[in-house]
């Protein structure tokens, strides 16, 4: 019988170190899953997956970067017990159309509804982290950031609000059954307005130049990314180009009760922490 354990997946990444430690002040068991960890799970190795299912009630699910796996872990799940899966996607899954971008979560968003268990879908936009615990991080130390990104502003939204989403979803059962989220930050930001904020905070000569999708998919390969995730990644950009994305939504002040974050607090943060200094 399930008890009342959260397992949550990529429990080393950026959401599911934090959402763990949430859900930990909060009182609840968390059984805290990712290659690393001792609770071993692998996206790519199903045989693995009963023991981190064993007497779990709830999964926060960070989907892996191909699509189709997320079908049979549900599979799985409901087979172990579990109740209640909280989904981390991204922002306007249903809007993207015929973009390459994003198979993986839209695979894995069919997998969570298609399944019998009470369900939550959390979409984010990208995370303001992205400038000092991701790709964006060490070209902003070398100086510049080059990416095809123009005059159609992102509502960066804070990790730590997507955190605090999907610790508020996984500890009110019922609430947010069916639901699914937009998160974004408070108001949209240009690359280049962000990389002006991020060089005035820290002090720093950091600079914006916008190049393209193909230039920037090269140049991913050359710093060493693999060539389809260097694509993957490019393809990003050209669907934010569209413009869908751009205006900000509710959903964090909806699960929370209160505003997001601004991305001028978390640049202020960061830059306290010496976040771009080499």
Known sequence: MSNDTTLVLGA????????????????????????????HFDWSDPS?????????????????????????????????????????????????????FGLDMRSAEDAVRGSALEWTVLRASNFDQNFDEDLFHAPLVAGELALPA?????????????????????????????????????????????????????GLPITYRQVSPAEYSAALVEAGVGEDDAHHVAEMFVLMERGLLAEPTDGVETVLGRPPRAFAEYVVRAAGADAWRS
Request: zero cysteines.
């Open 48 to 100: 693995g997956w009963g023991p981190v299912l064993q007497d779990i009630s709830a999964v926060y699910v960070v989907p892996p970067s191909v699509p189709g796996p997320v079908h049979e872990f549900v599979a799985r799940a409901e087979a172990a017990g579990v109740r209640r899966l909280v989904l981390l996607s991204g922002r306007g899954a249903d809007t993207w159309g015929d973009s390459p």
């Open 150 to 202: 123009g005059s159609v502003p992102e509502p960066f939204v804070d990790i730590e609000d997507v955190a605090d989403a999907a610790a508020a979803v996984l500890t009110e059962p019922g609430q947010h059954a069916g639901r699914t989220y937009e998160l974004t930050g408070p108001r949209g930001v240009t690359f280049a307005e962000a990389v002006e904020l991020i060089s005035r905070a820290s």
């Open 12 to 39: 080393t990444g950026k959401t599911g170190r934090r959402v763990a430690a949430r859900l930990r002040l909060r009182g609840t068991q968390v059984r805290a899953a990712s290659r690393s960890s001792r609770a």
